[in-house]
């Protein structure tokens, strides 16, 4: 059972351009959100996180936008780079005590120039 | 500083052998995570530590899978009479610890099984 959802499976954005990855979840018990970065042959990194109280939180380039009752979140890649081309995954965990991450299926970007 | 680190980083294995997965955290972290990652997959929850307590072993695929972290810090994943489907990139993560603030999961470079 896959809990938590993830699309498109691969992009291709325009160097300058707005990369846009979506993310559904169906367990009403998760409340922290990451998002992690994973370049060829190197482990994931965490990129940005967000908690369901705020409906959007930014750093950098990087937002992601959160929709609670929809239940889905979203990870926004603004003036996307050639550097930012990469495999991204959207993960969730429950609330405390159940500290697992729920990892989606990845989307690997690609930035062409 | 180090981050996490994984051994070995290639591990090829014939059915039915035993093998032992190598985490070292980065240092003073007290939860530790075990991830299997199939390719194009995102990564799997296996089983994860605060300190030397395994606090869940529900994503285990099975007994032939067990870990262990004797003394708090470096970890051991062990699988014993390895088949093809346990071919996978094996993933081990530590945070500093699980509240808010302390969560965040770092991961190393993960270890590449191939069981033949």
């Known amino acids: 059972q896959q809990q938590v959802k993830q699309s498109p499976q691969s992009l291709i954005v325009q160097k300058g351009g707005i990369s846009i990855i979506n993310c559904a979840y169906e367990n009403t018990a998760f409340d922290y959100f990451p998002w992690y970065q994973q370049f060829p042959g190197k482990g994931p990194a965490l990129l940005i996180a967000i908690r369901p109280d705020v409906s959007e939180k930014k750093e950098g380039r990087f937002t992601i936008s959160f929709n609670k009752s929809a239940k889905q979140f979203s990870l926004h890649i603004m003036d996307s780079q050639p550097g930012d081309s990469a495999t991204y995954f959207c993960?969730?965990?429950?609330?405390?005590?159940?500290?697992?991450?729920?990892f989606g299926t990845g989307t690997r970007l690609t930035i062409i120039p | 500083g180090a981050g996490v680190s994984q051994s070995p980083r290639y591990k090829v294995t014939k059915r039915g052998q035993d093998v032992a997965l190598r985490c070292d955290p980065i240092s003073g972290h007290v939860s530790l995570y075990w991830y299997r990652q199939a390719l194009g997959q995102g990564p799997e929850f296996l089983t994860y530590f605060n300190y030397e307590a395994q606090q869940d072993k529900s994503g285990l695929p099975n007994d032939r899978f067990s870990a262990e972290r004797p003394e708090g810090s470096i970890s051991t994943l062990t699988i014993q009479r390895t088949e093809q489907r346990d071919s996978a990139m094996y993933r081990c993560?530590?945070?500093?610890?699980?509240?808010?603030?302390?969560?965040?999961?770092?991961f190393g470079p993960g270890t590449r099984l191939l069981v033949l």
């Open positions: 993960a969730a965990r429950a609330n405390f005590g159940n500290e697992k991450l729920t």
């Open positions: 993560a530590s945070s500093l610890g699980t509240s808010n603030l302390q969560e965040t999961q770092y």
